[in-house]
């Protein structure tokens, strides 16, 4: 079992940049692959960014790929998505899942683990 909370969404102007944290709890947050969804009012939510459970790999959607970055600290039990030269398109509400798979999936089916969720809104 693993808990994810969410935190660093916010209001930001295009062009700048947002990072957010997602703190999971339980002792084997090692072994979880993690992701990144995002939903926007009347759209389904969407796969962004994924990292294995080593943090070795990651996969990104083409519509955040060379801006935004994930990453894994598995120390502090938080994975990270790095936010850079952000559009008003990416503004939605962001996800973060987890689940003990190998691969990292890009479908909602494919996590088990679920936060609730931190808005992110992009000015023009």
């Known amino acids: 079992q693993v808990q994810l909370v969410e935190s660093g969404g916010g209001l930001v102007q295009a062009g700048g940049s947002l990072r957010l944290s997602c703190a999971a709890s339980g002792r084997t947050f090692l072994t979880y692959t993690m992701g990144w969804f995002r939903q926007a009012p009347g759209k389904e939510r969407e796969f962004v960014a994924g990292?294995?459970?080593?943090?070795?790999?990651?996969y990104y959607a083409d519509s955040v790929k060379g801006r935004f970055t994930i990453s894994k600290d598995n120390a502090k039990n938080t994975v990270y998505l790095q936010m850079n030269s952000l559009k008003p398109e990416d503004t939605a509400v962001y996800y973060c899942a987890a689940d003990r798979k190998l691969a990292i999936a890009t479908t909602r089916e494919g996590y088990g683990y679920w936060g609730q969720g931190t808005q992110v809104t992009v000015s023009s």
């Open positions: 990292i294995s459970w080593s943090g070795s790999h990651t």
